[in-house]
């Protein structure tokens, strides 16, 4: 029975870290152009671009949830099984997992000049995941390996 709790509280905590890392992803990412971006589609009240964002947010949570789950399954079995907690692990582990899947396993295999946009993305895909891997550590990373 505490198996079937802890797996449910993994199966949580990794959707909250979705939502996490959508939210991140799209904030940064949306942030320097949102006014242009909501006059464009005629949305002048605060209430119809906060649903805007909320909907853009739980499109993108869908999609990381859905191009995420492997990578983390296998890193999550790891860390149970080690009963490994430390919250910088999970950060350093987020971080990555987020640049690779955005970029490929070939994202250290150009450089990006500093202040460009390609810098830009990737400091928000990484902020992205280390959010994501803070927010599964707050629910269910402290936790790690307590079920043995």
Excluded: H
């Amino acid at each position: 029975m505490v198996a079937i709790g802890r797996i449910l509280m993994m199966f949580v905590a990794y959707t909250l870290a979705c939502v996490a890392a959508s939210l991140v992803l799209t904030i940064g990412s949306l942030t320097p152009e949102w006014n242009d971006f909501a006059a464009s589609l005629g949305m002048q009240s605060p209430a119809a671009q906060s649903a805007a964002l909320w909907a853009i947010v739980a499109i993108g949570a869908v999609i990381i949830f859905a191009v995420g789950m492997l990578p983390t399954l296998i890193v999550i079995a790891l860390a149970e099984g080690l009963a490994l907690r430390s919250i910088v692990l999970y950060g350093v582990v987020g971080g990555a997992l987020a640049l690779a899947m955005g970029y490929g396993l070939d994202f250290a295999g150009y450089i990006a000049p500093p202040g460009s946009d390609l810098a830009r993305e990737r400091e928000v895909f990484a902020a992205a995941g280390i959010a994501g891997g803070f927010v599964y550590w707050l629910f269910a990373g402290r936790r790690a390996g307590v079920w043995k």
